[in-house]
C-alpha cells in the first residue's frame, strides 16, 4: 500500500496570508490527525478527523482548522499567518483511530512564515 | 492528562556501542506506548509499540523496548549501535477516551553515531 502523502512538501507564506495543506491517507484508513512539529513546543496534536468529523481538537487557536473528505483525504487551513506558525506539518493516519492503532505519518510539509 | 519525559536531549554513542534512551510517562490507566524515529527532513516511523502482555518489545531495525509499570517507564534500546540509527527518537503515549485518541509526545532525545 502507499504510504501517507502529504502535499506540498514546503511552502514559503508572509505573515497574514493563509494557506491550505493537504493529506492523503493510507487507502482504508479513516482517521487522520495533525500535529505541528517545532523545535521549541516539539511535537503538538492539532486536531483528528474520522468520518469527516473533527472528533478530538489540541489547544491550538482558532486560525487552525480542517476538515476531511468523504474519500479520507484531509486538508488543514491556517488563516493570517504568524511568523511562530514555521513549522513541520505532519499528518498521520490509522484505520479507524482507536488508541491502539499505530498511526502511520506522512513526510511533513515544511512551512516558512516570513 | 497524560505526558511523556525524554531526560536526554542529545546522546552521542560510539558505532558498535550499546544504546539506551530513557522515557517516563504518565498516565492514570494503562498506557498504549510507542517508539518513533525520524531522520533529519522526514516524517515519524514506528520502531515498537507496547499495549499490554509481554513487557519486553521487539521492533525494528534490532531495537527493544521494556514497560516498567512499576517506574512509569518504557526505555528504549539496542545493543550495537550501527552509523545509520543516527537520528531522533520520539517515545509516546496513546490515550484514549475522554482525553481523545491522540499521540503525546515527548520532547525526543537526539543520538549521534561516532566513528
Known amino acids: 500500500k502507499a504510504g501517507v502523502t502529504q502535499t506540498p512538501r514546503y511552502l514559503i507564506k508572509t505573515r497574514g496570508q493563509q494557506v491550505t495543506l493537504s493529506c492523503s491517507p493510507i487507502s482504508g484508513h479513516r482517521s487522520v490527525s495533525w500535529y505541528q512539529q517545532t523545535p521549541g513546543q516539539g511535537l503538538q496534536f492539532l486536531f483528528e478527523?474520522?468520518?469527516?468529523?473533527?472528533?478530538n481538537k489540541g489547544n491550538f487557536p482558532g486560525r487552525f482548522s480542517g476538515r476531511q473528505f468523504s474519500n479520507s483525504r484531509s486538508e488543514m487551513n491556517v488563516s493570517t499567518l504568524e511568523l511562530g506558525d514555521s513549522a513541520l506539518y505532519l499528518c498521520?493516519?490509522?484505520?479507524?483511530?482507536?488508541?491502539?492503532?499505530?498511526?502511520?505519518f506522512g513526510p511533513g510539509t515544511r512551512l516558512l512564515v516570513l | 492528562a497524560q505526558s511523556v519525559t525524554q531526560p536526554d536531549i542529545h546522546i552521542t554513542v560510539s558505532e558498535g556501542a550499546s544504546l539506551e534512551l530513557r522515557c517516563n510517562y504518565s498516565?492514570?490507566?494503562?498506557?498504549?506506548l510507542f517508539w518513533y524515529v525520524q531522520s533529519p527532513g522526514q516524517g515519524l516511523q514506528l520502531l515498537l509499540k507496547?499495549?499490554?502482555?509481554?513487557?519486553l518489545v521487539q521492533g525494528i531495525k534490532g531495537f527493544e523496548a521494556e514497560f516498567k509499570r512499576s517506574q512509569s517507564s518504557f526505555n528504549l534500546r539496542k545493543p550495537s549501535v550501527h552509523w545509520s540509527d543516527a537520528a531522533e527518537y520520539f517515545c509516546?503515549?496513546?490515550?484514549?477516551?475522554?482525553?481523545?485518541?491522540?499521540?503525546?509526545f515527548g520532547g525526543g532525545t537526539r543520538v549521534l553515531v561516532k566513528p
Open positions: 507496547y499495549f499490554s502482555g509481554d513487557t
Open positions: 498521520a493516519s490509522r484505520p479507524t483511530g482507536t488508541a491502539s492503532e499505530t498511526q502511520y
Open positions: 509516546a503515549v496513546g490515550a484514549q477516551g475522554a482525553a481523545g485518541n491522540k499521540l503525546t
Open positions: 478527523y474520522f468520518s469527516e468529523t473533527q472528533r
Open positions: 498516565y492514570g490507566a494503562t498506557p498504549y
